[in-house]
């Protein structure tokens, strides 16, 4: 991976999103479609303004042809020393779901933490209390199966408007620069 010290999320989640498309294309996932920046529009209202813009998303066959049909990924720099983009990670990022801003109605969406330093531990903590502390003890994240290149993999659950229940699985991924 080429992450440097001191990039952007946007630059890293380019890099993330080609590396998810090589990993596609070798496994032959014809049944998936990877999307970047998915601009979100208020078809309701009809305004040309973009209401926001979803760092990854997936589409599953059969979603295909339902722009409002997808999988949610919003990425967010993370870093145990690095308190304002764990706020960041809450304020800009899961609360984005729970209002229903991203992913309206959906059953899921995912968190991608770049992780820039760690313990992990330290960032898993800070979020959760953030989380508690805005929506609510229901807020609290619980240890998932993890995987080989994770540094933490969790599970939310959050209400979204009009009590509808949306699951976020939050994923932790070393960004952290090789030495």
């Known amino acids: 991976m080429d992450v440097t010290p001191g990039m952007h999320e946007v630059k890293i989640t380019i ?3 080609k590396a998810i498309r090589r990993i596609k294309k070798r496994l032959n996932l014809t049944n998936l479609q990877v999307r970047g920046e998915h601009e979100l529009e208020d078809m309701a209202t009809r305004d040309p303004s973009i209401l926001g813009r ?9 979603q295909f042809g339902n722009e409002d049909a997808y999988v949610a990924i919003e990425c967010k720099r993370v870093g ?3 308190t304002s983009l764990h706020a960041n990670y809450v304020s800009k990022g899961v609360d984005r779901f729970v209002t229903g801003k991203y992913a ?9 933490g770049y992780v820039i330093t760690l313990p992990v531990d330290d960032v898993v903590k800070f979020i959760e209390n953030r989380m508690c502390n805005t929506y609510g003890d229901e807020a609290n994240l619980s240890p998932d199966n993890t995987h080989f290149l994770a540094l933490a993999v969790l ?6 408007k009009d009590n ?3 699951r976020l699985k939050h994923i932790f991924v070393d960004m ?4």
């Open 155 to 160: 599970n939310g659950r959050l209400i979204q």
């Open 54 to 62: 979803i760092d990854i998303t997936f589409q599953f066959l059969h």
């Open 15 to 17: 890099i993330v999103r």
């Open 80 to 82: 145990a020393t690095y």
């Open 176 to 179: 952290t620069p090789a030495a």
């Open 164 to 166: 509808h229940i949306i």
């Open 104 to 112: 309206a109605g959906h059953d899921w969406g995912f968190m991608l």
